[in-house]
């Protein structure tokens, strides 16, 4: 039974197993070991991940890493020695294209929370911070949630690897996740902040933040051109 399935560049839903990048990596045809050169399956994976969002890549990585793993007889925490066999992390990047330690990046995204990981396909939250947030508790990270409301913030990697390391040393508490959010940032000195609610009212569901961002500075151009420079 499929467990996953990925969006194809035309928008349509297919069963992983599939795919040319995901597939079995043995997988025979009329007889013959079905082999894509390393040149191929980089444009194909650079043709599909470039129409899918962060979560959808991020599971698409770690249902490959889990499978290879099932097929190795090898638990998840263990690494293969034998210098005939690669690490599942390996053989994804070498499919793939991204490193080794960029699939690890990905991968470690799906432990965020629903609400979080949404933030990060709208592109309100950064891939970077998103990384370092992902390493927190659920609770840590819906904490964190309250936090950004309060300050009408988005953490930047620097504030969201401070937060990681509070959690680390078990001293992360909702009021010192308010106290970062809340620090003015270099070049935001002078900020106007909405919420999504506000701007929503105003703006069809299916608008991202990045869209609406859009849509606010063309209006502001033609509003200034027409009331400044007439």
């Not at 045809?29 to 991940?49: D, I, P, Y």
């Amino acid at each position: 039974m499929q467990t996953w399935v990925l969006r194809s560049p035309a928008n349509i839903w297919v069963p992983l197993c599939c795919h040319p990048l995901f597939g079995d990596v043995n997988q025979r045809k009329g007889g013959k070991r079905n082999n894509l050169s390393q040149t191929c399956k980089h444009k194909l994976a650079e043709t599909v991940f470039n129409s899918i969002s962060y979560s959808e890549k991020a599971f698409a990585y770690k249902l490959k890493n889990d499978v290879l793993k099932r097929k190795s007889g090898r638990k998840k925490s263990q690494v293969d020695h034998k210098k005939t066999r690669k690490r599942s992390i390996d053989i994804i990047s070498e499919d793939c294209g991204d490193s080794p330690k960029q699939v690890q990046r990905y991968i470690s995204l799906t432990k965020l929370i629903p609400e979080m990981l949404q933030k990060l396909d709208d592109e309100i939250i950064s891939f970077c911070p998103a990384v370092e947030i992902a390493a927190l508790s659920e609770k840590e990270q819906r904490e964190l949630l309250v936090a950004m409301e309060y300050a009408q913030a988005i953490p930047s990697l620097s504030q969201a690897q401070r937060i990681r390391q509070l959690s680390k040393e078990k001293q992360l508490s909702l009021e010192k996740m308010e106290e970062i959010m809340c620090e003015v940032k270099k070049g935001e000195i002078t900020r106007v902040a909405f919420t999504n609610e506000q701007l929503h009212k105003y703006f069809p569901n299916s608008y991202t933040p990045a869209m609406m961002k859009r849509e606010i500075l063309a209006l502001l151009k033609l509003w200034k051109k027409e009331s400044w420079e007439s």
